[in-house]
């Protein structure tokens, strides 16, 4: 039985960090591509038919808007990704990366049930298709260093440093007004 490739399609989005292209199957986000990356380079095929109405890219560059304005810390888009079960399951951990922190590869090895394969979980991340929707991004050397990045060390620092602010508006703002003390007059009795 054979199988037929799914029909992608594609579109190009600017954001803060590049004009990226966004590549999707009808089931799902396929890929995320940084600039001078064409689909072709980064093995998408068939080659995607420009569609930038087509309602999951539509979607996925709504949520990419939000998260660059600061007012999205995690993405529902539907995946289609394409991988090696390996592959599929370090992705696929990174979305469980909690927004604004960072792991390591050994950290992210370890909660795969495999801790001595951090070399092959950077070489997965590497491969992420679908960057800032699945957020290697978040994950950095055992040092603390950061370490490849297909968009380029400068954006992934940009990204941290992105989401280090919206972490602070988000979570250092009191969520309601705080009321000033209400400030009472004592009842002096006159004499």
Not at 20 to 40: N, Y
Not at 65 to 72: H, I, L, P, T, W
Not at 107 to 133: E, K, S, Y
């Amino acid at each position: 039985m054979t199988q037929t490739k799914p029909t992608l399609h594609s579109t190009t989005h600017p954001t803060p960090v590049g004009l990226l292209t966004l590549v999707a199957s009808d089931r799902g986000l396929r890929a995320i591509l940084w600039p001078k990356v064409s689909p072709q380079r980064a093995g998408i095929s068939p080659r995607p038919r420009r569609d930038p109405d087509h309602p999951i890219l539509r979607r996925t560059a709504q949520q990419l808007d939000e998260y660059f304005a600061g007012s999205r810390t995690s993405f529902d888009v539907p995946l289609d990704l394409d991988g090696t079960r390996f592959q599929l399951a370090a992705w696929r951990s990174l979305a469980d990366i909690p927004f604004a922190t960072t792991t390591t590869y050994g950290q992210q090895a370890a909660a795969l049930g495999i801790p001595r394969a951090a070399r092959a979980v950077g070489a997965a991340n590497g491969a992420n298709p679908v960057c800032i929707v699945l957020p290697c991004h978040r994950v950095i050397g055992a040092n603390g260093s950061l370490t490849g990045f297909g968009g380029g060390l400068p954006v992934k620092q940009w990204l941290l440093d992105h989401e280090a602010q919206m972490a602070r508006t988000i979570f250092d703002e009191p969520q309601w007004p705080v009321r000033q003390p209400v400030q009472t007059r004592l009842s002096m009795p006159v004499a």
